[in-house]
């Protein structure tokens, strides 16, 4: 069965998970919530893959928004001034690994119960 085939294929939750996803992202930029400066400032790589993660969340890719999400906020700290403690930095990346690994098995658990 192709994908658009589905019960569930639904193209239209893709674009509002878009549309709000950008809506938030023009209110960081436009309210200067992470106080970086300039529109042109808040076009990086780390908040692509931000971006990318909360419309991961609200299409309900709940394993990949999570990887997505604390990968960007990891590498975006630095960009705001942000310094991370050393035990945290020491600790954060296998809790993000032990953190995905609970969110793909979850997942798993409640897509077997949904076709159940």
């Excluded at 938030?24 to 309210?31: D, P, R, T, Y």
């Excluded at 990891?74 to 990346?93: K, M, R, V």
Aim: glycine share 8%.
């Amino acid at each position: 069965m192709r994908k658009r085939d589905h019960p569930d294929h639904n193209p239209v939750l893709g674009i509002g998970a878009f549309l709000i996803a950008f809506g938030l992202f023009m209110a960081v930029i436009m309210l200067d919530l992470l106080k970086l400066g300039d529109a042109g400032d808040y076009i990086m790589w780390q908040t692509l893959v931000l971006f990318i993660g909360v419309i991961s969340l609200f299409k309900g890719k709940i394993v990949s928004a999570i990887i997505l999400l604390l990968t960007g906020t990891y590498f975006l700290l630095p960009e705001l001034n942000i310094e991370i403690p050393e035990f945290i930095d020491t600790i954060y990346w296998p809790t993000a690994i032990v953190i995905a690994g609970l969110a793909f098995i979850i997942s798993g658990i409640f897509r077997r119960t949904r076709k159940l």
